[in-house]
């Protein structure tokens, strides 16, 4: 079954698997305890944790492991709730992982303003420069659209913020494996990564936080992760999320080849076979792969449907109920009109796809949609 949804989620690499199943096996210890098998537990995570740090060229007590990237980003957004300035700047393209959590702690006296976005998807600096105020605490701005692809102008946008001294954060959970990312480049505060979007397991993630960065602890309890994060460790989670952060890095400029090729083919021959389609997000300025495309005059909920029973898994830039749909939000922010927005298909191609398969998409899209 064709699988072109690797923006919501992606297969674990074997070689993920592979780490994950020896040391299910053999390393049980709980890396708290101060005997053999709890040493050699903790000396997994230790190693996970220079190898993710080696990767983006941060400093290995700059990683903290967590359970997912929307629990990276709840405790950095929880965090402000111990600050004197509660005010954050977003963007209105957010994942719900940034602006339900905005909404959430509200009550504690944090207020946030969501900059709009232009037609392709990119926050315009000088918006965010007019849009700081006194008691801006934090800046939150996604690197990678998870819908369209679009990469924002992080270096312009970080410098805004530096300049103020406001810390930046960034959800990042799109970007990794899908183009270059180091700390050193970017110079964050703080970023989001999420495992399985880039082939390793779900349930566990990993947040960066620059040395002197403030950050105070969403979960309490035993004090793991230099108290920023309690519970026992998913040692295998762990091993497994670094052996798929080097996987990504190491082979960062074939995947990236990959994506384009097969990006570049579906453009080609899905502009030939359906000339009405409309691509949304930047044309330059995105990662290699995500393709956002309209059909207009078809619902995107009845193209999955036939998709799905020819066994073509895709997704949808809307949200899809029981019996209704709704409008993709970051679409509607991106002035995307409700009949465009509810036509609209996100492809996310991957590193197992094959030319023959996009052939076959393109070929099963034109005979549905030619009915």
């Not at 592979?18 to 096996?25: L, R, V």
């Not at 369209?148 to 990794?176: C, E, R, W, Y």
């Not at 080097?246 to 570049?264: G, M, P, T």
Request: glycine content about 8%; some cysteine; aromatic content about 6%.
């Amino acid at each position: 079954m064709p699988y072109f949804d690797h923006s919501a989620t992606t297969p674990i690499h074997p070689q993920v698997l592979e780490t994950m199943n020896s040391i299910s096996e053999i390393h049980f210890g709980n890396p708290s305890s101060i005997h053999a098998s709890g040493r050699k537990s903790r000396s997994i995570i230790e190693s996970a944790r220079r190898t993710i740090a080696e990767a983006i060229q941060a400093s290995h007590n700059e990683i903290i492991f967590t359970g997912s990237g929307t629990e990276a980003n709840n405790i950095v957004l929880w965090s402000l709730a111990h600050l004197e300035k509660k005010h954050v700047i977003t963007s209105a393209i957010e994942h719900p992982a940034i602006l339900k959590v905005l909404e959430a702690i509200a009550p504690l006296g944090v207020t946030f303003t969501a900059l709009s976005v232009d037609e392709f998807g990119q926050v315009n600096p000088e918006d965010l420069k007019n849009s700081i105020q006194s008691d801006t605490g934090l800046i939150s701005i996604m690197m990678v659209n998870n819908e369209v692809g679009t990469i924002n102008p992080m270096n312009a946008l970080i410098k805004i913020a530096q300049s103020k001294g406001i810390p930046f954060h960034s959800d990042t959970v799109q970007a990794l494996g899908k183009t270059p990312l180091s700390v050193q480049d970017i110079n964050a505060d703080y970023l989001s990564f999420s495992g399985h979007k880039f082939y390793g397991p779900k349930g566990v993630g990993f947040l960066y936080k620059k040395n002197g960065a403030l950050l105070n602890p969403l979960i309490i309890g035993g004090g793991q992760e230099s108290h920023f994060r309690a519970g026992t460790e998913n040692v295998p989670g762990i091993a497994g999320l670094s052996e798929a952060v080097r996987l990504a890095v190491e082979n960062i400029s074939k995947r990236i080849s990959h994506l384009e090729n097969l990006e570049s083919l579906f453009k080609e021959k899905i502009s030939i076979a359906c000339p009405n389609i409309i691509f949304n997000g930047h044309p330059e300025h995105h990662v290699p792969g995500v393709i956002s495309v309209s059909f207009p005059g078809h619902r995107s909920d009845i193209l999955l449907a036939k998709l799905d029973r020819e066994g073509i898994e895709v997704s949808s830039g809307s949200a899809c109920g029981s019996g209704s749909v709704k409008p993709s939000l970051i679409l509607q922010a991106m002035g995307i009109l409700e009949e465009q927005n509810l036509s609209t298909l996100r492809i996310s191609f991957g590193r197992s796809n094959s030319f023959d398969e996009v052939t076959s998409l393109v070929s099963t899209l034109s005979n549905i949609t030619h009915v």
